[in-house]
């Protein structure tokens, strides 16, 4: 639960602010698991487990609606000026990030029930688990993004920040593998398709991972630090 | 200053309103220009052209932190309640949209630039003119999801959901197209991976107009349809 140092007369307002925050660190937990499922739903050939990612869509959405609802009541109420409506605004961000985290799961888990069809014939050589190395850095960064906030620690944002680079690196070697299996063999491109829509699919959720670690920064300094070079951010959270 | 209802005292607050509504409806132009000048230095093999979207990408950027900053200023001078403040938030809302939108320019610039180097080999051949067209539907959802904000016509911004599904079809018959491509002759695998990723990003340029649809509606109507069936928005419009 992020510290809140600003004073408000009303200890109402703070227990808001704060029930806000955990509720949106247990989307951001919601969307991790959601993650981490479709990948090994992919990885371990689990129809069953798909489905399941497609059914905690369903609360994720609900989530994504009902805080963004009482963001705006709060905001009407309250009326907050400062550093309390940045955390608002960085909420509203948040939510928005995390919600399509959930599409991107979505994705992996629809492209994953598609390959299954596949796996069993020439699609069966493909390299499925370099998939789970690139979604372990991306569920990674996503948690550490979270603990940021939760923390409302810039440094362990920066980190996040720095680590996407690795991830579109991992993303590119994968592209690059995945096309060397398609040019041996024709038969597989199907199925490698797919898996290069999850690859692609993965290396998005670090980008919005990336998204959620600037937010922390915009919530502690009150700079919006987007479209900036890692060096100017670096400069200004030291 | 007392809560004010609905009608505020200060037309200068109108004033601000509609300056800031100006300017997501030109940030707005800049991402339909981009788009639109990313697929036609694509089809047309232009490489100055992916520069120019390069290029403009950094005022789009721009434009995002600037209108962002002057929300969260507005908000905290003016706390609005009730529709204004819903304006507010979908104004918030649809520079992220946009700003995306722009995301997905430049990472069509970029295919464009990388699958130009390898068209003069056996690329060449490739069906790189139907992604015209499907960015036509794109771009068109983008425009008429922007008259609908203009307007506060939510029959239009209805019309922008219901177009979603033909582009979404567009794309899985782009796809099915480049898989026959890459199979006949293993040497276009790269270059059709591209004009993948390229025709996969139009589609989701067709998402963010969808998004920017709802929150016609949600300005209007006070309801947050994301995450609703075509039916219940439909029956909420009429």
Redesign the interface.
């Known amino acids: 639960m992020p510290a809140l140092p600003d004073k408000h007369l009303s200890s109402q307002f703070d227990t808001e602010l704060s029930a806000l925050s955990t509720r949106v660190l247990e989307m951001g937990g919601m969307a991790e698991t959601q993650v981490a499922q479709a990948v090994a739903a992919l990885v371990e050939f689990d129809v069953a487990a798909t489905h399941a990612v497609l059914q905690q869509e369903f609360q994720l ?2 989530l ?2 009902e805080i ?2 009482d ?2 009541s709060i ?2 109420r309250r ?4 550093r309390d ?2 955390l608002l ?1 960085a909420i ?2 948040m939510v ?1 990030n995390l919600e399509r985290i959930g599409d991107e799961a979505v994705r992996i888990a629809r492209a994953a029930g598609r390959v299954m069809g596949s796996m069993e014939g020439a699609g069966g050589r493909l390299p499925v688990k370099d998939l789970s190395f690139e979604a372990g850095l991306a569920t990674r960064q996503l948690r550490q993004a979270l603990d940021a906030f939760a923390r409302l620690d810039t440094s362990a944002a920066l980190a996040v920040l720095k680590a996407d680079d690795q991830l579109d690196q991992e993303f590119d070697g994968l ?1 690059r593998k995945l ?1 060397t299996y ?2 041996e063999d ?1 038969r597989t ?2 199925a490698a ?1 797919d898996l ?2 999850v690859a ?1 699919a993965i290396e998005r959720i670090g980008d919005h991972a990336k998204n959620l670690a600037e937010v922390v920064i915009y919530v502690v300094k009150g700079t ?1 630090v ?2 900036n070079t890692i060096e100017n951010v670096e400069s200004l959270v030291r």
């Open positions: 959405n609900r994504d609606v963004d609802r963001l705006s905001i009407a009326q907050p000026t400062a409506l940045r605004i509203s961000k928005g592209l096309i398609m040019m024709p491109i199907s398709i290069v829509f692609k919006d987007r479209h």
